[in-house]
């Protein structure tokens, strides 16, 4: 069936970066385009950006802009979003979504990023 | 991008019916048919449920449908169940290949 994978959960410190992957399969990865949503504890989804496996295109949120870069890989079919210069307030679930019908309409699991020192 | 403004919560009995706004722009919302709905059970990734204003994935009932009039849009759902007790997210195209949530709404089924 179509789904995404996600990495497991990370601890890191301030200043320090981390990369999420985000595998695809049941569908042609690129056909659609990725799109990372991530969600602070007790908060609402807040969109980062968007990667487009067919031609390597990105387009990022002006709040994590010059901080993030969103890459693809189609030979393992695998969406990767890396957040750099790590902050508290970084501390969320990162999802990515696949872009399909003008929507989000599949979901990885999420991934649980802990800034802490 | 501002978020969309959504109220934080509403509620409704077993089988009535409640409806959630999503208020944004003409830069968001009223400028394009692309707004959707997302559903979140607590703990869970979030669950598509409208698209492009008004159409249902397949699989999601016909008791949730939605509308939009301006820069509002609204999803109603009817006939409440247990079921339907989860947090549910307005997203629309912002333009320059941007995207924007609301806030969220706190569903409540009584």
């Known amino acids: 069936q179509v789904q995404l994978v996600q990495s497991g959960a990370e601890v890191k410190k301030p200043g320090a970066s981390v990369k999420v992957s985000c595998k695809a399969s049941?569908?042609?990865?690129?056909?659609?385009?990725i799109s990372w949503v991530r969600q602070a504890p007790g908060q609402g989804l807040e969109w980062l950006g968007w990667?487009?496996?067919?031609?390597?295109?990105?387009n990022y949120a002006q709040k994590v802009q010059g901080r993030v870069t969103m890459t693809t890989d189609t030979s393992t079919s695998t969406a990767y979003v890396e957040l750099w210069g790590l902050r508290y307030d970084d501390t969320a679930v990162y999802y990515c979504?696949?872009?399909?019908?003008?929507?989000?309409?599949?979901w990885g699991q999420g991934t649980m990023v802990t800034v802490s020192s | 991008q501002s978020a969309l403004t959504q109220p934080p919560s509403a509620s409704g009995s077993r089988g009535q019916s409640v409806t959630i706004s999503c208020t944004g722009t003409s830069s968001d919302v009223g400028g394009y048919n692309y707004v959707s709905w997302y559903q979140q059970h607590p703990g869970k990734a979030p669950k598509l449920m409208i698209y492009e204003v008004t159409k249902r994935p397949s699989g999601v009932p016909d008791r949730f449908s939605a509308s939009k009039s301006g820069n509002t849009a609204s999803l109603t759902v009817s006939g409440l169940q247990a079921e339907d007790e989860a947090d549910y997210y307005c997203s629309s195209y912002a333009g320059g290949n941007n995207w924007v949530f609301g806030g969220g709404t706190e569903l409540t089924v009584l």
């Open positions: 049941g569908y042609t990865f690129t056909t659609y385009g």
């Open positions: 990667s487009r496996p067919y031609n390597g295109n990105t």
């Open positions: 979504a696949r872009e399909g019908v003008l929507a989000f309409d599949i």
